[in-house]
């Protein structure tokens, strides 16, 4: 499709039927916007180029599993009706170029596909990384030019970084390669990229939610495969939505999703979150295997004495934490299809308590005077008196907080938040039933 085609398309009611089973029927004329934008901003700094692809890719939120993933446990993930949108089309030069609103000029020459050291923790080695993998595994690779433009905020859990190699991926797989990667295989990439070349140790649940996307079920029990389940709730006594349980979202049981910004970034923190995963793998190492989920919690307390022997005791904590979690990732499935909010909020609620009290992993140790997710945990805990249910987003030691307000409370719930960290802080979100997605 060239530039003229798909400025005709977004005209269209197709178009908008699009935009409203992704976005929601309320956001789809300032989402015809950014559309537009977009293509005049790629026509004006790329006037040479005609056929495109247009991509989105969204960003994700974790609603249980936090810091299972790591030692292949369970998670239930999603992905977010905030994304990124990339127009690109091919160019002749063997470099990937990414302009944007808010962000420096991006070159990628395709030549030098090895991690270089100076573009440690940048976009340059996520991009590069994304092309290394590809060629590896037989994939065909070229130079692009692309617009990107995104509403995903930075540093604040909901994974932009993942969007962004997903992002590469995709565009990668739909002009060299007929779109025909499949998404796990462009999650694994993706997370190659950021292990080996942006030299973050972090899972594959931030790449699978944003590839994937819907409201997922994934199992890490094998790393390589992992199984992946759509979660379809009962949404029978809700039938008055206009969406579908294929569509769902949590406004279908009158609970809206809120994320809050607290002020504190998860830049920078990379040594906080490897020591999670590290120290879970040591009770496991003295347990005599090398994840906990091979490991049981009757054979943890069992050993309880000896593990204190020889590993810290927050090491202890942790592990309890991933043991109960994987097991409420289970039950919170379980009343989903159900049907059963209110146990699905009740589990909510557990699971913020344990990364509390066991995971630790609300703020970093060394930053004790400043804990900015702590009091809004606080904060929210006094607004909704027992109803709706809050936990952590994401990795936590910072960034955001995820909130489940009953519609009736939302007024009470916003004027509480504004008063706290602003009114730029609070955001509410829905989930979105796709994973990075070919638009045009």
């Known amino acids: 499709m060239n530039c003229v085609a798909f400025r005709s398309l977004m005209s269209e009611k197709s178009f908008r039927d699009r935009l409203a089973y992704l976005y929601g029927k309320d956001a789809i004329d300032q989402n015809v916007r950014r559309y537009r934008d977009a293509l005049s901003k790629f026509e004006y700094y790329f006037p040479r180029n005609k056929d495109i692809v247009v991509i989105s890719t ?22 977010l009706d905030l994304d990124m949108i990339g127009i690109a089309a091919k160019n002749n030069n063997n470099v990937i170029r990414v302009l944007s609103d808010n962000h420096d000029p991006i070159e990628v020459e395709l030549s030098h596909l090895f991690p270089i050291l100076e ?17 590896q595994l037989g994939y065909r690779i070229g130079g692009f030019d692309c617009w990107l433009t995104s509403n995903i905020w930075q540093g604040a859990g909901i994974s932009s970084s993942a969007a ?45 939610a944003c590839s994937v996307g819907g409201l997922i079920l994934i199992d890490f029990e094998d790393f390589e495969r992992p199984k992946i389940t759509q979660v379809i709730p009962n949404c029978n006594k809700n039938s008055n939505s206009d969406r579908t349980p294929n569509n769902f979202d949590f406004e ?4 809206a999703l809120f994320l809050i910004e607290t002020g504190a970034s998860h830049s920078g923190l990379t040594e906080e979150y490897a020591a999670v995963e590290r120290e879970m793998k040591q009770v496991a190492n003295v347990l005599g295997k090398p994840l906990l989920r091979q490991c049981t919690k009757e054979e943890f307390f069992s050993q309880l004495f000896n593990l204190r022997e020889q590993l810290n005791d927050r090491a202890l904590l942790r592990a309890y934490h991933y043991f109960n979690e994987n097991e409420r990732v289970q039950s919170q499935v379980r009343a989903l299809k159900a049907g059963s909010m209110q146990l699905f909020l009740e589990l909510i609620n557990e699971s913020a308590r344990s990364s509390f009290m066991y995971c630790q992993n609300i703020y970093p140790n060394h930053m004790w005077r400043e804990q900015p997710l702590s009091l809004a945990f606080m904060a929210t805990e006094a607004i909704l008196k027992g109803q709706g249910a809050q936990r952590l987003q994401g990795g936590g030691f910072g960034g955001m907080l995820q909130v489940f307000v009953p519609v009736n409370l939302i007024n009470d719930f916003q004027s509480g938040m504004n008063r706290l960290f602003g009114d730029h802080a609070i955001h509410r979100v829905r989930l979105r039933p796709t994973g990075t997605t070919l638009i045009a």
């Open 164 to 208: 962004f190699e997903v992002e590469m991926c995709s565009i990668l797989s739909h002009l060299y390669n007929k779109g025909s990667i499949d998404h796990i295989t462009i999650a694994k990439i993706a997370q190659y990229a950021e292990n080996q070349f942006f030299e973050k140790p972090c899972g594959l649940m931030d790449q699978l």
């Open 119 to 135: 573009e440690r923790h940048s976009s340059s080695a996520l991009i590069r990384g994304v092309a290394a993998r590809m060629r």
């Open 252 to 255: 279908m049981f009158e609970i």
């Open 58 to 79: 969204p960003g994700r939120t974790e609603i249980s599993g936090n810091h299972t993933d790591h030692n292949a446990g369970l998670v239930l993930a999603a992905s």
